[in-house]
């Protein structure tokens, strides 16, 4: 946690343009056991006023004791981070040669069905060759986007096999084998093992609130089953728990298998705390968002990508955002997602994302029509109404 009592007698050690920046440079001091602080320019009432005016959001401040270690310390870390914004990306592995595997744009593929409900595999294979075509960096099929709670366990299968031989080893492909129970969770890996894919996702059981020894027993019982990266699905408004970040860690650390974890909660600060608790001892270890507008946060304070559903829609713009990142062209980023201001609207129709997903894609004209099944069900006259002119806005169709 941070050191919550700032002394009298502090020296600033960088000045920071965003309060992204100063938490990455933060965490970075803390990693290294220098006490630090954060000292905001800003003025109550008036947002970012002060930082787009003088191109500083605020002061990284740490004990006069420490202030030689924490300089060599900075430069450290900003040095790391412009010699990664110069690394080109290793399209073909999502990432450059000798880091983690699972990085950059990996889009939570929609499941497609034809007007009658029944599976179009036709329409999936071209949807799959889109995204390829948009510059991902990855596949992700069979997650809560997909639908994979709504189809039989024989579509499931099929709609595995259809992905993965869509992306024919362009990109990693990832299949999520969610389930109530670790028995089915690890046959679905197993297939997903035997059809070629990369790895799997896992979420936590959903149907009743595990406790943090079940939650280790399920990710072990399938480490111990498959070859297979597993990467976590920490999802808490469907799983029913938020997974704490000494449990992820300690997940990490005893099962090499497990790879990464896709982060789809609405906190930069959780996010945070896993990258704290678990890089010191798994450097190796993917850290993913699964909201959008989360992901320039998320890279700058040292995650690899996102899971974005929207990309369904946009992947070329999404990758877009991910790689002036990665060259180091974070306010041009930052521009290209200040037009999706109202991003978090999106999840504000009282509906499913994966159903105002393939509602977006209907009114592009990428999908003939945008059939969900029951439970599920599709967006009325007005939210319809109210998701293009949202779209509009945002620059999206």
């Avoid at 991910?322 to 997602?337: H, K, L, N, Q, S």
């Avoid at 999908?367 to 939210?383: D, F, H, N, S």
Wanted: proline fraction near 6%; include cysteine.
């Amino acid at each position: 946690m941070r050191w919550l009592a700032e002394p009298a007698d502090v020296v600033r050690v960088h000045q920071a343009a965003t309060e992204v920046e100063a938490l990455a440079v933060e965490q970075a001091l803390r990693s290294a056991g220098v006490r630090a602080w954060l000292r905001s320019r800003q003025l109550p009432g008036y947002g970012d006023v002060v930082a787009r005016a003088w191109g500083i959001w605020g002061d990284v401040m740490v004990a006069p004791e420490d202030e030689t270690e924490a300089r060599g310390i900075v430069v450290a870390y900003l040095a790391s981070v412009r010699e990664d914004g110069m690394k080109s990306t290793m399209r073909s592995e999502g990432l450059e040669q000798g880091t983690r595997r699972f990085a950059g744009i990996l889009p939570p593929l929609v499941t497609l069905f034809r007007r009658d409900g029944s599976l179009d595999d036709a329409a999936l294979r071209r949807h799959a060759d889109r995204l390829l075509e948009g510059g991902v960096h990855g596949l992700f099929a069979l997650g809560t986007t997909g639908e994979m709670m709504h189809l039989l366990p024989e579509e499931r299968r099929r709609v595995a096999e259809l992905v993965v031989s869509a992306a024919d080893g362009q990109v990693p492909v990832l299949i999520g084998c969610g389930s109530t129970g670790t028995d089915e969770a690890i046959a679905y890996a197993r297939h997903a093992g035997d059809i070629g894919a990369s790895g799997v996702v896992v979420i936590v059981p959903y149907y009743w609130t595990l406790s943090d020894p079940a939650v280790e027993a399920h990710y072990t019982a399938i480490a111990a089953a498959v070859d297979l990266p597993i990467i976590i699905y920490n999802f808490p408004a469907v799983s029913g728990r938020n997974l704490p970040a000494p449990l992820i860690a300690r997940l990490a650390e005893a099962h090499p298998t497990i790879a990464g974890i896709k982060e789809t909660i609405d906190s930069i600060g959780h996010i945070q705390q896993v990258l704290a608790a678990v890089r010191p001892k798994r450097p190796d270890f993917a850290v993913l968002c699964g909201f959008e507008y989360h992901l320039i946060n998320t890279l700058l304070l040292g995650g690899d990508g996102a899971v974005p559903g929207m990309a369904n829609l946009a992947p070329a713009a999404t990758v877009a955002v991910y790689d002036a990142v990665r060259r180091g062209d974070v306010d041009g980023a930052a521009e290209m997602m200040r037009a999706r201001i109202d991003f978090p609207t999106l999840y504000e129709f009282g509906a499913p994302l994966f159903v105002v997903v393939k509602e977006a894609m209907a009114m592009a004209g990428l999908i003939e029509a945008p059939t969900v099944r029951l439970p599920a069900q599709a967006l009325g006259g007005e939210a319809r109404a109210r998701l293009r002119a949202l779209l509009e806005r945002m620059e999206m169709l």
